[in-house]
């Protein structure tokens, strides 16, 4: 059973750092994409930032500058560094992975962690 588990949420002021991680448990054969996403108040969901199996990024242009994400692929695992943050980064921020399981290896399927407040204040 693949899961997405995450750490790294809480509370800092403004112009702080969090670190958020996401780690991928289960029987995997192999992780391609992964991304962070996030859920503020009264809005639909977005996507933050994402990295391809290779370390290709791609990030939303109101964190660019501000948030790094990055992978260790050895340990299941993808971060996402938010460095100058600010009020309107406050949000549920959520974990996704696509990934192919050892019982399908060729077939990727998409995954959701649970989700974690960030909450930034001023």
């Known amino acids: 059973q693949v899961q997405l588990v995450e750490s790294g949420g809480g509370l800092v002021q403004a112009g702080g750092s969090l670190r958020r991680s996401c780690v991928a448990s289960?029987?995997?054969?192999?992780?391609?994409?992964m991304g962070w996403y996030r859920e503020a108040p009264g809005k639909q969901r977005e996507l933050v930032a994402t990295?391809?199996?290779?370390?290709?990024?791609n990030y939303v242009n109101s964190v660019k500058g501000r948030f790094t994400i990055s992978r260790d692929n050895a340990k299941n695992t993808v971060y996402l560094q938010m460095n100058s943050l600010k009020p309107e980064d406050t949000a549920v921020y959520y974990c996704n992975a696509d990934i192919t399981s050892v019982a399908k290896p060729l077939v990727s399927y998409n995954y959701w962690g649970p989700g974690t407040q960030v909450t930034v204040s001023s």
């Open positions: 990295i391809t199996s290779g370390g290709r990024t």
């Open positions: 289960g029987s995997i054969f192999g992780i391609n994409t």
